[in-house]
């Protein structure tokens, strides 16, 4: 097996080439044979408290889809992982990036993502190649990461360095020419085992089962590699660096046509957008980590991160004015090609005390966080074309008579938050914290301060009672006039969206804590949302803050063995949301939030070699627009995956896995959608694919 030395020569050939060069070598150390365990069930949740607290001791819930999941699956999308969970929600898909609703609230891309507890500027195809597992963090999160939806947060945990040696050489082939090559490397690089590093590298393509106007499919090249080192400097303080990039570059399909009444305006396999649009997205995270023990009380951590995206977006923008409910017609494509640069600089300290005072326990937080945004924008359009629907477009030509659109923006904002964790007595806890905010853009600041409390009862050493009540804030910014629009209060400063939330909740560790379950209810409403109201008599609007939302649901989750071959993961949400106060919406329901979902992955070991997996994905009926004028029926979804496990010898495992999505063959509209007042139609839904499969070879050292 690979020596230490021999390792660092792996590492460094795999970071040098894409190409995938399986090679044994034989020596006296051995590789640690990755083991069979099944379960799904996460015991700690750092993200949700900021500090290492118990499932048990947290009053909210958290999510935890793991690696094993991920794994089975064959996940290549965010939004692969995140159907394991009732509470998410996903929206549309244009601009080659995915959408999320949580709780009902969209999560939004500059907010609304963390990755390692960073907040992640999240505007494309996330990298899951390198996530060991995805953590779903539902309610307002005001207090530990400022500016956040009230839904809650979606939390990307990256995959760390392992002391023991272990290789994972990956190769999925499936529908559609979809193809993936994985290489996972890690271990230690010295005889010390203080400098450890690991690997990643995934080379992708894939076509799709739609095709353009000239026949063509589009067409889509991946490349994700990512570095991450941990060095032990003493005892006490361990460094970590990392760096990651994603080149994504891929046709563009925005999603179907369909009349408000819920009927397909021409082929389902048909693509709207030109053949010649298509977006590159290249991102750049590098950063590092720091975590020290300061005393037998104190402990530090602190982090850097700079993220580097560049998109370059070429896409035509059909217009379906013309177009018949048949699919006959003219669509109008106009369209521009656009270059944006988004850099996000993220930074955190947190101190930490595990302490005793005035007879109680305390985990107290003090922290300060900071991150800086910035934004700059090139764009020329393209003149336009009406060309029968179905035809091939024109290669476009840049509109002579239109000036480029040029425009920068930034914004800088701190926080700055304490946290105490107490510990009365065997049944009693109590969560009590308070955030400060400032954001600053232009000149003008934005200050916020958001509480947090929780209590937890401990009715026995497996289970947990909770009441929590926590706030979000998203802040509104300036009223500012433009050519289209002129406000009668322009130049106003808004106050913050706030979020509020109450819930109540239980968790238990059942069947000697091979078991999780846990369920809450919650009412969740959010204030001051903007709305601009029309002076009919003078065509100005005025921009008011009295929209709101207001969401109440219950939701159930398990995850865990069931029986010693059986186990699962589940959940299930039930949720009444209603915009309550609205210029024009109000009544209505947001988009693509269903009022009951449900979601179940199973692993049954039928041999010590053969295991077998079941899903269950349940929607229910949706809107896709804000006027509620489009409605999407409920489905169930039912996905299998088989694995066969070779054990060669004691250090080598080879697994052969086939997963099928969508077994029945369901048709099912997924996520996306909207409507115009320039035509009768829903445009930029997305179809749910038919049945598909992925076939893989995996190779565990």
């Known amino acids: 097996m690979f020596t230490k030395s021999q390792l660092a020569l792996v590492i460094g050939a795999v970071l040098a080439t894409p190409a995938v060069v399986a090679e044994t070598v034989k020596t006296d150390e051995h590789m640690v044979v990755e083991g069979r365990d099944y379960g799904y069930k996460a015991d700690t949740n750092a993200t949700a408290m900021r500090m290492e607290a118990t499932q048990l001791e947290t009053p909210g819930q958290i999510a935890v889809i793991d690696e094993q999941i991920i794994d089975e699956q064959r996940a290549s999308t965010l939004g692969d992982v995140l159907k394991n969970d009732a509470s998410v929600s996903a929206g549309g898909t244009s601009r080659n990036r995915e959408r999320f609703s949580l709780r009902g609230f969209e999560v939004q891309s500059s907010s609304g993502f963390l990755r390692d507890g960073h907040q992640h500027w999240s505007h494309y195809r996330q990298p899951v190649e390198l996530l060991e597992r995805v953590e779903v963090v539902k309610g307002p999160s005001g207090l530990l990461y400022g500016v956040s939806a009230p839904g809650g947060l979606i939390n990307m945990v990256t ?62 090249e991946r490349l994700v590699a990512g570095l991450f080192v941990d060095y032990d400097v003493n005892d006490n303080v361990t460094l970590s660096v990392h760096y990651d990039k994603t080149n994504d570059q891929g046709s563009v399909d925005s999603g179907a046509l369909y009349t408000l009444d819920g009927q397909l305006v021409g082929n389902k396999e048909h693509i709207w957008d030109a053949q010649w649009s298509e977006i590159e997205n290249d991102v750049e995270n590098v950063g590092f980590n720091v975590n020290a023990n300061l005393s037998d009380v104190w402990s530090l951590n602190t982090g850097f991160n700079y993220q580097d995206f560049e998109r370059n977006d070429i896409e035509s923008f059909p217009g379906f004015a013309n177009v018949n409910p048949d699919g006959t017609g003219e669509v109008s494509h106009g369209g521009s090609n656009r270059n944006d640069k988004w850099r996000f600089r993220t930074a955190y300290l947190d101190l930490v005390a595990d302490t005793e005072l005035a007879g109680l326990e305390h985990k107290f937080l003090i922290g300060t966080n900071w991150l800086g945004y910035s934004y700059d924008r090139f764009e020329r359009s393209f003149t336009g074309q009406d060309v029968a629907a179905g035809n091939t477009v024109g290669v476009p030509e840049f509109d002579s008579s239109k000036d480029p659109r040029v425009s920068s923006s930034s914004y800088d904002t701190w926080g700055f938050y304490a946290q105490d964790l107490m510990t009365i007595n065997e049944q009693w ?161 947001p988009v693509d939030v269903p009022e009951f979902a449900a979601s179940v992955w199973s692993t049954y070991a039928a041999t010590n070699e053969v295991d077998v997996n079941l899903g269950v994905i349940y929607e229910g009926s949706r809107y896709g627009d804000q006027a509620n004028t489009f409605k999407k029926d409920a489905y169930t979804r039912v996905d299998m995956g088989l694995a066969y496990t070779y054990k060669y010898d004691a250090d080598l495992d080879m697994v052969a896995r086939l997963t099928v999505e969508n077994l029945f063959d369901t048709d099912y509209l997924a996520g996306g959608g909207s409507t115009s007042s320039k035509h009768a139609y829903a445009e930029d839904v997305v179809v749910g694919e038919g049945r598909n499969y992925m076939a893989t070879l995996q190779i565990k050292y």
């Open 159 to 220: 995959k760390k360095p392992t002391y023991e040696t272990q290789v994972n050489v990956s190769q999925d082939v499936g529908s559609n020419d979809h193809s993936r090559t994985m290489v996972d490397v890690s271990g230690a690089l010295n005889d010390d085992e203080t400098l450890r590093a690991r690997t990643i590298i995934s080379k992708e393509s894939y076509s799709s089962w739609r095709s353009y106007g000239d026949g063509s499919k589009p067409q889509t």
């Open 429 to 589: 806890q109590l969560l009590a914290g308070l955030r400060f905010d400032r954001k600053v853009q232009d000149g003008v600041a934005e200050e916020n301060v958001a509480p947090k409390l929780g209590v937890i009862f401990h009715p026995a050493d497996n289970g947990s009672i909770y009441a929590s009540y926590s706030e979000s804030f998203e802040p509104q910014g300036q009223v500012a006039s433009s050519s289209k629009r002129t406000y009668t209060n322009d130049g106003q400063l808004l106050d913050a969206a706030i979020g509020k939330a109450y819930e109540v909740g239980t968790k238990w560790e059942l069947l000697d804590n091979r078991l999780f379950v846990s369920g809450a209810v919650f009412d969740i409403s959010q204030e001051n949302i903007e709305l601009d109201v029309e002076d009919v008599a003078t065509g100005n609007y005025t921009t008011t803050q009295g929209g709101k939302q207001q969401h109440r649901g219950a939701e159930l989750a398990a995850q865990g063995y069931v029986t010693d071959k059986l186990s699962l993961s589940g959940s299930a949400m039930y949720l009444d949301a209603e915009i309550t106060n609205h210029e024009t919406y109000a009544g209505n329901r």
